[in-house]
C-alpha cells in the first residue's frame, strides 16, 4: 500500500510563493515517478508537474517557468515550488503515485491564492 502525505499548503498574495511536500511510504520511491495534480473548485482535477525517476521533469504549460519539481530520495519526498502564483492557481494539491495497477493520492493541501 502506498501512502502519500502533502502538507505546505496555505493563503499567499498574488505574486507570493509557497512549497509543497509530499512524503511518500510503502513503494519503492527511487523508481516511481512522482506527479503532483490540482482541483480547482467546479473543474476537473488537473495534471500540474511530474518528477521522474530519471530526473528528468514535466510541466503543465499553466506553470512552466513558475512552479518547479523536484524530489529528494532518501526521504522519500517530492517537492512543488511555486512561484509568481496568481489567483487561478487556487486549487487543492495532491500528490499521485501509480503503482500496483493502480493510482494512489494524498489527502490533498488547499492552496489559495488571494488578489
Known amino acids: 500500500q502506498v501512502h502519500l502525505v502533502e502538507s505546505g499548503g496555505g493563503l499567499v498574495q498574488a505574486g507570493g510563493s509557497l512549497r509543497l511536500s509530499c512524503a511518500a511510504s510503502?513503494?519503492?520511491?527511487?523508481?516511481?515517478?512522482m506527479r503532483w495534480y490540482r482541483q480547482a473548485p467546479g473543474k476537473q482535477r488537473e495534471f500540474v508537474a511530474a518528477?521522474?525517476?530519471?530526473?528528468?521533469?514535466n510541466y503543465a504549460d499553466s506553470v512552466k517557468g513558475r512552479f518547479t519539481i523536484s524530489r529528494d530520495n532518501a526521504k522519500n519526498t517530492v517537492y512543488l515550488q511555486m512561484n509568481s502564483l496568481n489567483p487561478g492557481d487556487t486549487a487543492v494539491y495532491y500528490c499521485?503515485?501509480?503503482?500496483?495497477?493502480?493510482?494512489?493520492w494524498g489527502q490533498g493541501t488547499q492552496v489559495t491564492v488571494s488578489p
Open positions: 499521485n503515485a501509480f503503482q500496483f495497477g493502480r493510482d494512489f
Open positions: 518528477a521522474l525517476s530519471s530526473g528528468g521533469t
Open positions: 510503502g513503494t519503492s520511491f527511487m523508481r516511481q515517478v
